[in-house]
């Protein structure tokens, strides 16, 4: 199934290739979470804070949809 996936905040420099501006178009397997798509960008989990699939919140375990826009933003800390 298609994706496509933008990476937000400081995500982009934890990504192991060049990151296109314009986000990553991927090819997955049906029923992929969102915990196996970090795993298959590389990127570390721990630097992942919020997620979301077509605009509503997602957590690791929720499945991606085909054609779906995933955006993975780093942690916020602050005070």
Sequence with gaps: MQVRVK???????????D????GLQL???????VAELVGVL???P???????????LARAGDRIPENGLVKLMQ?????
């Excluded at 090819?27 to 979470?33: G, H």
């Excluded at 942690?75 to 005070?79: E, F």
Aim: proline letters at 10%; charged letters at 10%; glycine letters at 18%.
């Design 27 to 33: 090819e997955l397997a049906d029923s992929t979470t």
């Design 46 to 56: 721990e630097r992942v804070g919020i997620v979301a699939i077509n605009g509503m």
């Design 7 to 17: 990476l937000l905040g400081t995500l982009p420099s934890h990504y192991p290739s």
């Design 42 to 44: 590389g990127i570390p």
């Design 19 to 22: 990151y296109p501006e314009a």
């Design 75 to 79: 942690g916020l800390a602050g005070g």
